[in-house]
């Protein structure tokens, strides 16, 4: 019987039997046993998923069981009362019951799989809940003083506390974060990023001992940097408490944190990257320059805005060395300047309704900042060194082919010169040119 | 002989290679660079040192065994505050440990493929909210609920002397919650809140190194996802587990604002968690410094020292436990 006789009649009448081939026919081509005696017709595909109705029934039933008991107990049976212990009772009564209903058709390692998993689930929920929790309860409770503009427009040089909240606003603790920020950011990202340069480029003894006291001063508490300006900076030089002591604080405080966080990214470069540019002839300088840096740009700007979040941030250091005050201070190296989280602190203090939401707005602003900020360094450096977006790999191939194609004209033109020049004798190998390809930006 | 001969003529050569003047420079700009950096950490190192000496000389053992804070009546020491920090800690880690055990496995071995990416960002973005907003969240809404958990804590454990409450009383319906609030537990609480995320992605990380290899081995002798879990994932990011919890601990230990919102400070000695009064040495240092005598500023600083040196240790220990984990190592 041949293939395409079977698979006919298989299509045809599925299920019926086979009738025996006839006796005296001989097989003329490739003898093949006959399948569709032995294989049911309707052989049905294999479920691969990992999801089984049964563990959806177990799941749901035990959970209905553990709110029904739950209620039971603390309506009827027993004095308990209370939101948190009603959670906490139901969810061990839904775990027992679980393992319980599992353990119908499941062996001993089965059902600990199950109860592992379903801890695991929950601890996630737990921790991702919570912490969007805070999120939007600050955006929330920032509801009643965010849609006011003169929030944003007016200083609280006029709005005393008892002022209403379409008086006066934090747009003295923008402008102030605004700059401290500013000056911290001048300040650490040069400083930040040749350190973080010389702790990869120039090896040896020195530069681990750098990285080890730089690896400690990432443990300094950010009030003791603040403390530590406050000492030098005001005791000792006499400058007053402004901007400009709250953003060396700051910097004391980001300094570290952009260093390790460079640090790693250009740790992250290829070394073939790195000895293809010097296999071309290109000194140190020029490699660093036109490759490392380059290929790290995503991943520095990532620790750099990280670094930034997290200098906005900070209320501890600013509320040693910044000062307060109502009014807009443009000027950081005299006089107090309020910044963001320092404003917020200083606004809840009081007990007014007003100033509580004029806080709470505050720290909203401050939220959605960092919120930017972060969204911003994950667009940037989501990737690792080397990985492209679409428009990046576009770029360089785009790059590469003017490349080529210079290159090409290039040797054409000598080929030409050697041809026509009569100093030359012999034609000179087309060139590939000083390392600009390396850089393909 | 003629070997030897020949063996001390095969000297070595002498390796040179001179990269020109640009690059001298770039080394010695790069070199200067790390040298600024390096001068300004040991210059806060060692006045933070220079000026605490001071009142360590004149308090000698006794400011590490003294509870009350009066540095111009030369009566200070750091017992109370170092305990308050310490026990505010060790409340955020207990807190903060599980959930973030839980969270990073549930990343990098339950969730989804497509969700991997957004939750890894949001546990970063988390720990990168202010301390602030976690501070207001706690001042404003923990505070009020945690009066329950903690007035049943100490009704049923209060035999247990951290969980002991003195001058409350369960069985009078009209007393106040007042001595229930602005407690460690509730400090502790609100700075867990800020270290889960830190921890999390510390774990998760060395969790999603374990070896593909030994995974798929521990499927293919038929362990369920839990027994994979723990015969693979877990005993592999141990080291990762503890780093990041001691990386954690160096955190809760400097936090300042978020504890000095919530709680009342204390100078005693304070090992009821659950009661109003606790006390830090960052909430300290926020509290005092603004009207500190020179000889306050130096107890001051004293203690920041002894809170840093704290910090360092528990931070070196961290890292030095997470280099010398397995993780990172793949199997063969």
Not at chain 1, 74 to 89: E, Q
Request: hydrophobic share 50%; aromatic share 8%; proline share 6%.
């Amino acid at each position: 019987m041949t293939t395409d006789a079977t698979e006919a009649r298989g299509a045809t009448a599925p299920g019926s039997p086979t009738p025996a081939p006839p006796a005296g026919a001989a097989p003329t081509g490739t003898t093949l046993p006959d399948r569709t005696a032995v294989a049911p017709a309707h052989e049905r595909r294999r479920a691969t998923t990992t999801l089984r109705g049964t563990d959806v029934y177990a799941m749901l039933g035990s959970a209905a069981a553990s709110l029904s008991l739950t209620w039971l107990f603390f309506t009827r049976l027993a004095p308990f009362s209370g939101g948190l212990g009603f959670v906490v009772f139901a969810y061990v009564l839904f775990l027992a019951l679980y393992a319980l209903l599992v353990s119908f058709d499941e062996n001993g390692p089965a059902v600990r799989d199950r109860i592992a998993s379903a801890i695991v689930h929950s601890l996630a929920v737990i921790l991702l809940v919570a912490l969007a929790f805070v999120v939007v309860y600050t955006l929330w409770s920032g509801r009643k003083a965010l849609p006011h503009t003169n929030f944003f427009t007016q200083g609280m040089k006029h709005a005393g506390p008892l002022d209403p909240l379409t008086v006066g606003g934090i747009r003295h603790a923008m402008i102030g974060t605004l700059i401290q920020i500013g000056i911290a950011l001048a300040l650490t990202v040069p400083a930040g990023l040749l350190c973080a340069v010389f702790l990869n480029e120039v090896p040896g003894r020195f530069s681990r001992f750098v990285r080890t006291v730089v690896e400690a001063m990432t443990a300094l508490p950010s009030v003791v940097a603040g403390l530590f300006i406050y000492a030098t900076v005001i005791l000792s030089l006499g400058v007053p408490l402004s901007g400009l002591a709250a953003a060396l604080a700051i910097s004391v405080m980001m300094l570290p944190i952009i260093i390790r966080a460079s640090d790693v990214v250009i740790r992250l470069v290829p070394g073939t990257l790195r000895e293809a540019s010097y296999a071309l002839g290109s000194p140190r300088w020029r490699t660093v320059w036109h490759v490392v840096l380059p290929t790290a740009r995503s991943g520095l700007t990532t620790a750099v805005i990280l670094g930034t979040a997290r200098g906005v941030g900070e209320t501890s250091p600013v509320l040693l060395t910044a000062g307060f005050t109502a009014v807009t201070n443009l000027d950081p190296g005299n006089g107090p300047m309020v910044s963001l989280p320092l404003a917020t602190f200083e606004f809840v203090k009081s007990p007014q309704p007003a100033m509580i939401a004029r806080g709470f707005g505050t720290a909203a602003t401050l939220l959605v900042l960092v919120l930017i900020l972060f969204v911003i360094a994950r667009t940037i450096g989501g990737r690792g060194p080397g990985e492209l977006t679409r428009r990046g790999t576009h770029r360089r191939v785009v790059a590469s082919r003017r490349d080529q194609k210079r290159f090409a004209e290039r040797a054409a033109a000598r080929a030409s010169m050697a041809y026509s020049g009569p100093t030359t004798h012999h034609v000179q190998s087309p060139d590939p040119g000083p390392a600009q390809g390396v850089d393909g930006s | 002989m003629v070997v030897d001969a020949g063996a001390a003529a095969d000297r070595p050569r002498r390796l040179y290679a001179d990269s020109g003047l640009p690059d001298r420079l770039f080394r010695g700009v790069a070199t200067g660079g790390g040298a600024l950096v390096l001068a300004v950490m040991l210059l806060v190192g060692g006045f933070l040192t220079y000026r605490g000496w001071q009142a360590l000389r004149e308090a000698g053992w006794s400011f590490v065994t003294t509870a009350q804070w009066d540095p111009d009546a030369r009566h200070f020491g750091i017992a109370a505050v170092i305990t308050g920090t310490v026990l505010i800690a060790g409340v955020a880690i207990v807190f903060a440990v599980p959930l973030a055990i839980g969270t990073a496995l549930y990343i990098s071995e339950y969730a989804p493929f497509r969700l991997r990416r957004t939750l890894v960002s949001t546990i970063d973005l988390m720990a990168a909210v202010p301390s602030v907003v976690y501070g207001l969240w706690g001042l404003f809404f923990l505070q009020g609920k945690v009066i329950g958990l903690a007035r049943w804590l100490s009704t049923y454990f209060g035999w247990i002397p951290l969980f002991k409450v003195d001058g409350a009383d369960p069985n009078d319906p009209l007393a106040t919650a007042t001595v229930y609030t602005a407690s460690t537990f509730v400090a502790g609480m609100v700075v867990a809140m800020m270290v889960t995320p830190i921890i999390c992605s510390v774990i998760r990380e060395v969790f999603s190194q374990a070896p593909i290899g030994e995974r798929e081995g521990a499927y293919a002798l038929g362990a369920t996802r839990w027994g994979m879990i723990r015969s693979v994932v877990l005993p592999f990011g141990k080291g990762g587990m503890i780093g990041g919890t001691m990386l954690g601990l160096g955190r809760a230990l400097g936090e300042t604002i978020g504890v000095y919102m919530i709680i009342s400070p204390v100078f005693v000695v304070q090992p009821h968690i659950l009661q109003a009064g606790a006390s830090s040495v960052s909430s300290l240092i926020a509290l005092r410094y603004g009207e500190a005598t020179p000889f306050a500023m130096s107890a001051l600083m004293a203690a920041g020292l002894a809170l840093f040196l704290m910090t360092l240790v528990v931070n070196f220990a961290a890292s030095s436990i997470v280099a010398r984990s397995r993780s990172g190592a793949t199997a063969e």
